[in-house]
C-alpha cells in the first residue's frame, strides 16, 4: 500500500508539472532596456497571512525566469483584510501604480482588477469559471486584457461528491459550503451530482468567516451527514476554522486544494495549488516580453490529486474505505 502511494505521488506530481512545462521557457534575461524595473501588482482574493506560500512559489519562479527583486522587478501586494471583502479598494490602489502586469486569485479580485485597469494585462490565479463569469471570451482565445489559469471547478464538484459518497457511503444528505458569487456555478454541479448519486443536498451559503458557526449548527440541525467544500477563495482562507468547525461536529467534508487537508480537513480533490501560482510567474514572463493576453490561451489542469487525512478520520471515528485509500495520492497519518 505504501509503495503503490509513493508510486502515485511521483506519477501524479510528474502530470501536473507537464502543464506548466510546456508554458516554460529556459531562464534569461527579462526584456526590457538596461536598468528597467518591472512592476507586477499583487491582488490576492483574501488576507496575505493565509496565502503566504502561494506566493512565495509565484515568487521563486519569477527568480528562475531572471527576475530578482529590488534589481529588476517589484511587487506591490494589495490584500483585503477579511475574507471575503470586495478588492475594489486594493485594485484602484494598484491601478494608480500603474503595473505592468497585475495578477490576480480568484473571479471577484480579476473582476475589481478589470474594472480598475481595463488596458493593464491581468493574469488570473486561478479563476473557477472564467468563461461562465465573464472574465475572457473563451478559454482558448481570451480575447481581451485578462488570461490566466482556471479552476475546472464545475467539472470537478462532481467528482468530489462521488468520494465523499464512497467514503460516507451511508450518508445520504449533503451540506454545501459556499459564498456568493463565486460559487453558484458549483452549487449548480453540486445538485446534479446529488441527483445521480440519489442523495439530497442542502445549500449553505456563508457569507462572512463570523457567519461560519451559524452555518455548520444549521447544518447539523437540518441532518447534513457530510460536507462539501466549495473551490474558492473565501472557503480556502478559512480552511483551518472550516476543518475545526467540522471536526467539532464530526462532519465528514471534501475540499478541492491540497493546503486543506494539511489544515485538518478530512480529504481533498483537485489541482496542486502551488503549480498555479509557478505557471502564473510564466504567463507574466511571456507578457512582458510581449506577448498578449488576449491571445494566451486560458490553462487548465489536466491531472488531479487526492489527499485523505487519516487523523481526521480517526478523530471522527470515521473507517475510511479500501476504495477510497487506494485513490488517495497522498494520506496524511
Not at 507537464?18 to 518591472?38: D, E, H, M, N, R
Not at 525566469?65 to 475574507?83: I, M
Not at 468563461?131 to 471570451?137: E, P, S
Request: aromatic share 6%.
Amino acid at each position: 500500500m505504501n509503495r503503490r502511494r509513493t508510486l502515485l505521488n511521483a506519477l501524479g506530481a510528474g502530470a501536473l508539472m507537464a502543464p506548466f512545462s510546456s508554458l516554460a521557457q529556459p531562464p534569461g534575461t527579462p526584456a526590457g532596456p538596461p536598468g528597467k524595473i518591472w512592476r507586477i501588482g499583487i491582488l490576492p482574493g483574501g488576507p496575505l497571512a493565509t496565502r503566504q506560500y502561494q506566493w512565495d512559489a509565484f515568487v521563486a519562479q519569477m527568480r528562475k525566469f531572471g527576475y530578482v527583486e529590488g534589481k529588476n522587478v517589484r511587487y506591490d501586494f494589495r490584500a483585503p483584510q477579511q475574507e471575503g471583502t470586495p478588492n475594489d479598494d486594493q485594485a484602484i490602489d494598484l491601478a494608480r501604480l500603474e503595473p505592468d502586469v497585475i495578477v490576480a486569485t480568484g473571479a471577484n479580485a480579476t473582476a475589481a482588477a478589470k474594472k480598475a485597469a481595463p488596458r493593464t494585462p491581468i493574469v488570473m490565479c486561478p479563476s473557477a469559471d472564467p468563461v461562465g463569469q465573464g472574465l475572457v471570451a473563451s478559454l482558448r482565445r481570451p480575447g481581451g486584457n485578462i488570461t490566466g489559469v482556471s479552476l475546472l471547478t464545475r467539472d470537478t464538484t462532481g467528482k468530489r461528491m462521488q468520494l465523499l459518497h464512497e467514503m460516507v457511503p451511508g450518508a445520504q444528505r449533503f451540506g454545501f459550503v459556499w459564498n456568493a458569487p463565486t460559487g453558484k456555478a458549483q452549487v449548480e454541479a453540486a445538485e446534479a451530482a446529488a441527483r445521480q448519486l440519489g442523495v439530497r443536498l442542502l445549500s449553505l451559503e456563508t457569507a462572512s468567516a463570523a457567519a461560519l458557526p451559524a452555518t455548520f449548527d444549521a447544518a447539523v440541525k437540518a441532518g447534513v451527514q457530510a460536507l462539501v467544500i466549495a473551490a474558492e477563495p473565501f472557503t480556502f482562507g478559512l480552511r483551518n476554522q472550516i476543518a475545526a468547525l467540522a471536526l467539532k461536529h464530526r462532519l465528514p467534508s471534501i475540499a478541492a486544494l491540497p493546503a486543506v487537508a494539511d489544515a485538518g480537513g478530512l480529504m481533498t480533490y483537485g489541482p496542486n495549488d502551488l503549480e498555479y501560482f509557478r505557471r502564473a510567474a510564466v504567463y507574466v514572463d511571456k507578457i512582458i516580453k510581449g506577448a498578449n493576453p488576449a491571445e494566451l490561451p486560458v490553462e487548465q489542469p489536466t491531472l488531479f490529486e487526492m489527499v485523505v487525512n487519516m487523523k481526521t478520520a480517526k478523530a471522527m471515528g470515521i473507517k475510511v474505505p479500501q476504495v477510497v485509500l487506494l485513490q488517495a495520492h497522498r494520506v496524511i497519518e
